[in-house]
């Protein structure tokens, strides 16, 4: 069974900082993974999504990293800004037996916090 | 071009009563994905489906829990009975395509549900 670890569970950083946001899975056979964003009584919006043969992908000031062989990922966020602040989803598709190429399966999510 | 609708955004119900969640998913997609997020819990997959198909249902409770997605209209999660342990928010996603894990998923803003 696919299981997706993130760390922090939050964090805190001034404005203007760069993080690094964790993300970990177990089962290394996946199809892709992909990085969301979830503000506080609204939806999803999804940040970037690296295939399972790509190593990273880039948006702006966002860049994820896939390592599938070590089941790793890491959202990097340049020059954080106060509206930045959101609780940062982690999501893998695939990785167990008998799980369509459909199925997420999500971490808790990392709270960010830029303090202005 | 609307993104995935869902509504209610918030829906009270008392023990015993049934809950009816829609999602229209976005112009184009015929793919419909059912999720619930419980507190403090990372989003977890519920149910699949196409028009007028079920797909997977593997991860919806098997007692009070159905879906549908008719050829016309929104998809419908129904609860049954709801119980407390309900309480949580339900997301909606759409796909134009299955694909072979390749497609990204569009989510809905949620539907929150609070059983008293």
């Known amino acids: 069974k696919q299981e997706v670890t993130q760390i922090p569970a939050a964090l805190s950083v001034p404005e203007g900082e760069n993080l690094v946001l964790n993300c970990s899975f177990t089962?290394?056979?996946?199809?892709?993974l992909q990085w969301f964003r979830q503000d506080p009584g609204k939806g999803l919006t999804s940040l970037l999504l690296i295939q399972s043969s790509q190593r990273e992908q880039t948006s702006g000031r966002l860049n994820a990293s896939l390592d599938k062989s070590s089941g790793r990922s890491t959202l990097y966020i340049a020059a954080s800004q106060p509206g930045d602040s959101a609780t940062y989803l982690c999501a893998v598709n695939g990785g167990y037996s008998g799980a369509g190429s459909y199925q997420l399966t999500f971490g808790k999510g990392t709270k960010l916090s830029v303090i202005p | 071009n609307a993104g995935v609708m869902q509504n209610p955004r918030h829906l009270v119900r008392r023990r015993g009563q049934e809950a009816r969640l829609r999602c229209s998913p976005m112009?184009?997609?015929?793919?419909v994905y059912w999720y619930r997020q419980l507190p403090e819990e990372g989003l977890k997959f519920m149910v699949y489906l196409q028009k007028e198909n079920i797909i997977d249902e593997s991860g919806m409770p098997k007692e009070r829990f159905s879906a549908e997605f008719p050829k016309e209209g929104p998809s419908i999660l129904r609860i049954q009975q709801v119980v407390r342990g309900d309480s949580a928010a339900y997301f909606c996603?759409?796909?134009?395509?299955?694909?072979?894990?390749?497609?990204?998923?569009?989510f809905g803003s949620g539907t929150q549900l609070s059983v008293l």
């Open positions: 996603a759409s796909s134009r395509d299955q694909g072979a894990g390749v497609e990204k998923l569009f």
């Open positions: 089962d290394s056979a996946i199809y892709n």
């Open positions: 112009k184009g997609h015929s793919h």
